[in-house]
């Protein structure tokens, strides 16, 4: 399957954006899916993840309550809605597919990734 991550940009503290992985090749609703981030520096980190069927999500403690995933497997689609950015948000987001239903690990294929850059 081939991902095709997109909406990054650049944002004040406090702004909000959606980030979308749009998925070809493959039917996303036979995938868990997640995000990811790198930041400069830094090693990459698990974000969130979505069950196939969007009935269980997983979230890191930095972004719970902040960041919503979801789905839209008509449309071949997955979401990362982010709110109340901060700074420490700024890096490379990735989605990912994985074979596993829900995993904040074991990923498959992995998109190119999209900069989120939130300035102070």
């Known amino acids: 399957v081939q991902l095709q991550a997109s909406g990054g940009g650049s944002v004040q503290a406090g702004g909000s954006l959606r980030l979308s992985c749009a998925a070809s090749?493959?039917?996303?609703?036979?995938?868990?899916m997640g995000w990811f981030r790198q930041g400069l520096g830094k090693e990459r980190e698990f974000v969130a993840a979505?069950?196939?069927?969007?009935?269980?999500?997983l979230y890191a403690d930095s972004v719970k309550g902040r960041f919503t995933i979801s789905r839209d497997n008509a449309k071949n689609t997955v979401y990362l809605q982010m709110n109340s950015l901060k700074p420490e948000d700024t890096a490379v987001y990735y989605c990912?597919?994985?074979?596993?239903?829900?995993?904040?690990?074991?990923?498959?294929?992995w998109g190119q990734g999209t900069q989120v850059t939130v300035s102070s």
């Open positions: 979505i069950s196939r069927s969007q009935g269980s999500t």
């Open positions: 090749g493959r039917t996303l609703s036979n995938y868990g």
């Open positions: 990912a597919a994985s074979r596993v239903r829900l995993t904040v690990s074991a990923y498959d294929y």
